[in-house]
C-alpha cells in the first residue's frame, strides 16, 4: 500500500514510518515545514512538508495514497489554553476530510488514553477498572478533549462518507521499553496514568493493522476506538496491591480480578477487531 503518515518525525510517527517501510509499503511521510525529515535515505520513502492546519494543503499532501496515518498533533495540553485544543481540532479534521475528500477509506488516527480523565487532569476519576472503550470520556483539559473531539469528527466522517473505515487508537506511554517509565518518573505520580505504556513498535503495529486490513479481513466498520496499551504495568508490584494502595475505592469491572502485574487498560476489543497482541520486543 501507499500509505501517507502525518506527524511521521514524531516518536511515535518514526516508529510507525520504520515499521510500513519493512513491511513493504510506500510512504509519504508530512510533518510541518520546519522539519528536514529524517537523515536515512530509503527509496520507498517521500517526505513532504506541509503545514496541516491549511486544509487545501493538506488535501494535496494526501492525493495518491492508499490509506493515511494520523499522527500529527501537539502531544500534552501546552499551555492549558488554546494552543493544543486549537491545533489537534483544526489538524485532525483537516486530515479526515480531506481523505474522505479523496476517496481514501482506510484511516487510523492517533487518540489517546487521556480521552479518561488521567495525568494531565486535576483529578483522575474511574467508574470502574481496568478501563475498557465503554467507559466515560469526560477530560477537564485541552490534550484530552483534543482527542475526544477527534473521535467525534470520525463518527461524523463515517455518517457521511459510511465506505470510510476509521480507527482510532487510544494509546497509552509509546516506550521503548518500560524500564523507562520507572527511571523518569515518580511512581506515585504515575498512579495518574495507571503505569500504563505501549512498546513503541508494537503500537506502531495497531496502526499497520487497522489500515491495511481488507474489506474480508475487517471484523468492524465505520468508526472504532481502540485502547492500545501493554497488558501488564511498569511497576513491580502486585497490581492487586497498587489497586488497594491508590484506588481503594474504585470497583472493578464484573468478572474481573487482578492477578500479578495484571494492566489497568482492558485491551480485548482491539484483540479481537484488530487482531492486534502486546509484543515486547523479546517476544
Not at 111 to 116: E, L, M
Not at 157 to 182: D, G, Q
Not at 238 to 256: C, N, Q, R
Request: charged share 25%; glycine share 6%; aromatic share 8%.
Amino acid at each position: 500500500m501507499r500509505l501517507a503518515i502525518t506527524g511521521c518525525n514524531g516518536s511515535v510517527g518514526k516508529r510507525v514510518v520504520l515499521a510500513a517501510l519493512n513491511a513493504g509499503h510506500t510512504v509519504i511521510g508530512i510533518d510541518h515545514p520546519n522539519s528536514d525529515g529524517p537523515a536515512d535515505v530509503n527509496a520507498a520513502f517521500t517526505f513532504v512538508a506541509v503545514d496541516l492546519l491549511d486544509y487545501d494543503k493538506t488535501k494535496e499532501a494526501l492525493k495518491g495514497a492508499d490509506g493515511v496515518i494520523q499522527l500529527a498533533a501537539r502531544r500534552n495540553p501546552g499551555d492549558y489554553l488554546v494552543e493544543t485544543h486549537n491545533t489537534n481540532v483544526v489538524i485532525s479534521w483537516n486530515v479526515l476530510r480531506s481523505a474522505a475528500e479523496l476517496g481514501i477509506t482506510r484511516i487510523a488516527q492517533a487518540s489517546s488514553v487521556n480521552v479518561v480523565t488521567l495525568v494531565y487532569s486535576l483529578q483522575p476519576k474511574f467508574d470502574y477498572l481496568p478501563l475498557d472503550e465503554d467507559h466515560p470520556c469526560l477530560p477537564d483539559e485541552p490534550y484530552g478533549l483534543s482527542k475526544v473531539i477527534c473521535e467525534l469528527q470520525a463518527d461524523t466522517i463515517v455518517r457521511r462518507f459510511p465506505n470510510i473505515r476509521i480507527a482510532s487508537l487510544r494509546l497509552s506511554w509509546s516506550l521503548p521499553n518500560p524500564a523507562i517509565a520507572n527511571q523518569t518518573q515518580d511512581p506515585v505520580r504515575r498512579r495518574n496514568d495507571l503505569w500504563g505504556y505501549v512498546q513503541e513498535d508494537s503500537g506502531a503495529e495497531a496502526f499497520l493493522l487497522a489500515v491495511t486490513q481488507t474489506d474480508e479481513e475487517a471484523k468492524w466498520s465505520g468508526h472504532e476506538a481502540f485502547f492500545i496499551a501493554a497488558p501488564e504495568t511498569t511497576q513491580n508490584e502486585e497490581s492487586k496491591v497498587l489497586k488497594e494502595k491508590y484506588w481503594p475505592d474504585v470497583p472493578l469491572k464484573e468478572g474481573v480480578e487482578f492477578e500479578g502485574r495484571m494492566g489497568f487498560f482492558d485491551c480485548v476489543k482491539a484483540k479481537r477487531l484488530l487482531g492486534w497482541v502486546h509484543r515486547a520486543p523479546e517476544d
